[in-house]
T-cell receptor
């Protein structure tokens, strides 16, 4: 069990460019979440998957954001035409969900995005 | 929408007890979590409540009142390493997890 892995750790890009982040969850974890966090704030929900199905997407998420989890294992989050307001830490978390019990999330170390 | 409120900052003295409150209004409720987050690090799980009452785990305890939409995290015998942000998170009826803005706790000697 190597934990949740996110790549890259840091990404600097120019406004208008596209970026893609990857998350590898803990093996056999069927649920995967994406959150965004800015300094001094709590994680803001973006979207989550159960296996390969995207079950919910935040209404605050613009159509420039898209996420996939094609084989129910790793996931990618793409931001198109980045804006300076997209600068944040993007956190991925996973869990083994069975029923609504105490299934805690395990977070990765995040990808810090800076849009210049 | 989901509304989860916590104080922004708190300061407490080493060895003391501190209580961090959380109130919530969400679309459904399937449990409340507390996470700890040190600066520059990922959040880590502290506690979980789904029924009313107090859950104790070492120096940390968490309380829930579902009828009041209220929880608190109690930290005893504070240590300097407890300086961190404490995040209250609610699992909604749709089994999603929403976080509050977090309470930044500073422990002073």
């Amino acid at each position: 069990d190597t934990g949740v892995s996110q790549n890259p750790r840091h990404k600097i890009t120019k406004r208008g460019q596209n970026v893609t982040f990857r998350c590898d969850p803990i093996s056999e974890h069927n649920r995967l979440y994406w959150y965004r966090q800015t300094l001094g704030q709590g994680p803001e929900f973006l979207t989550y998957f159960q296996n390969e199905a995207q079950l919910e997407k935040s209404r605050l998420l613009s159509d420039r954001f898209s996420a996939e989890r094609p084989k129910g294992s790793f996931s990618t989050l793409e931001i198109q035409r980045t804006e300076q307001g997209d600068s944040a830490m993007y956190l991925c978390a996973s869990t083994k969900y069975k029923t609504a019990t105490n299934e805690k999330l395990f977070f990765g170390s995040g990808t810090q995005l800076s849009v210049l | 929408g989901q509304n989860i409120d916590q104080p922004t900052e708190m300061t407490a003295t080493e060895g003391a007890i501190v209580q961090i409150n959380c109130t919530y209004q969400t679309s459904g409720f399937n449990g409340l979590f507390w996470y700890q987050q040190h600066a520059g690090e990922a959040p880590t799980f502290l506690s979980y409540n789904v029924l009313d009452g107090l859950e104790e785990k070492g120096r940390f305890s968490s309380f829930l009142s579902r009828s009041k939409g209220y929880s608190y995290l109690l930290l005893k015998e504070l240590q300097m390493k407890d300086s961190a942000s404490y995040l209250c998170a609610v699992r909604t009826g749709a089994n999603n997890l929403f976080f509050g803005t977090g309470t930044r706790l500073t422990v002073i000697p």
